[in-house]
């Protein structure tokens, strides 16, 4: 499953946690493409471990940190609360963007090993 505008770097840190991080800003033609790969990323996710996300020092196989802030040119920008809906495979934002406004959008994985392997597999990650 490739992915066009999430673009992950992969960190470890001392106790062997792995994170996944993206950031994406596109222009705002592309804010809706940008959402259904998140959408598409997190699905993904769910499937794997359906009982996820958690923290992974309390067992979880998986967590994720999903942060978007709508962005105006001469504006002050605005931090937007995002929901992601398992059981629909949905997410919203609220506020909603506007047709004109841009997104700055980040979103990071961390998991165990079988995770990181697995997520690595299914978006052709190195």
């Known amino acids: 499953m490739g992915l066009q505008l999430l673009d992950f770097d992969r960190s470890e840190d001392a106790e062997g946690v792995v994170c996944w991080d993206a950031l994406a800003q596109p222009a705002p033609a592309h804010n809706a493409a940008l959402l259904q790969e998140v959408v598409k990323v997190l699905v993904w996710a769910h499937q794997f471990d359906e009982h996820g996300p958690g923290p992974l020092e309390h067992g979880a196989n998986w967590d994720f940190d999903l942060q978007v802030t709508l962005v105006q040119e001469g504006a002050r920008s605005q931090v937007v609360q995002p929901r992601f809906v398992p059981s629909e495979n949905r997410l919203t934002l609220l506020p909603e963007p506007q047709a004109h406004q841009s997104m700055a959008l980040s979103l990071t994985l961390s ?14 990650l190195a």
């Open 111 to 124: 998991g165990t090993p079988a995770f990181v392997q697995a997520f690595s597999e299914a978006f052709d």
